[in-house]
């Protein structure tokens, strides 16, 4: 059973430590930052309901609706309730990097705990199970994770309030575009799509990582 958990565990631990080493200057008090991570973690139970429901629904065995309203949609609204709710108006979100941090941990969690209940069900399979989503469906959470706070950041320290809003919508709605491409051309299981599969997930990975260093030269430049 330990074996199990841990290859469950471990590529979102090794994503989270990513992050915190990224906020290297000033860093989140451990307290919140569990905090998140934990509430991301049973985010998973009123998502599960919530995406049975919409599952019920007519049009159901469409994969668009399947990727952009059950999972995209679903999942990263309730993330996105939870940084609003915990850290956005923290005094300790005062960088923004931070934005990007506590999004990271709430997504993480979450992904933690469905990557947890994915092995478990995969029985004598769960190496394998593990293994590939280590490599995919973890590491994506992170990289929605990391759209949603960059724009979070530019909501909560823009001047103006009508910029403020459209950063507020674009911190939600661009997580979920995402993460509604990266899920529809899997479900979908046409072959002819694998290749822009690949480059899209290519161009999330550069995408991303380069709004992440930004944030983080920003930091280095503010603390030195």
């Keep these: 059973m330990m074996t199990i958990i841990t290859v469950a565990l471990a590529p979102a ?5 990513f992050i915190y080493q990224k906020d290297r200057y000033d860093r989140e008090p451990p307290q919140l930052l569990f905090k998140n991570f934990y509430l991301g973690v049973f985010s998973t139970v009123p998502v599960y309901f919530v995406e049975k429901f919409l599952m019920s629904r007519e049009h159901s065995s469409n994969p668009l609706y399947q990727a952009f309203v059950v999972a995209g949609f679903t999942e990263e609204l309730f993330k996105y309730i939870i940084v609003r709710n915990v850290s956005y108006k923290s005094s300790y979100y005062d960088e923004k990097l931070d934005g990007i941090v506590y999004s990271v941990f709430v997504s993480l969690g979450f992904a933690s705990a469905e990557n947890l209940l994915y092995v478990l069900s995969s029985s004598s399979n769960f190496l394998y199970t593990g293994i590939a989503r280590a490599i995919s469906a973890v590491p994506a959470h992170m990289l929605f994770a990391i759209s949603m706070g960059y724009y979070l950041s530019l909501a909560k320290f823009s001047r103006n309030r009508i910029s403020s809003m459209f950063y507020s919508i674009e911190s939600l709605f661009v997580p979920i575009i995402l993460h509604g491409i990266y899920d529809y051309i899997l479900i979908s299981k046409i072959y002819g799509y694998m290749p822009l599969f690949i480059i899209f997930v290519i161009a999330l990975w550069k995408i ?8 983080a030269d920003d930091s280095k430049r503010n603390h030195l």
Excluded: E, M, P, V
């Design 13 to 17: 631990i090794a994503l989270l430590i």
């Design 208 to 215: 991303n990582l380069k709004k992440l260093n930004k944030y």
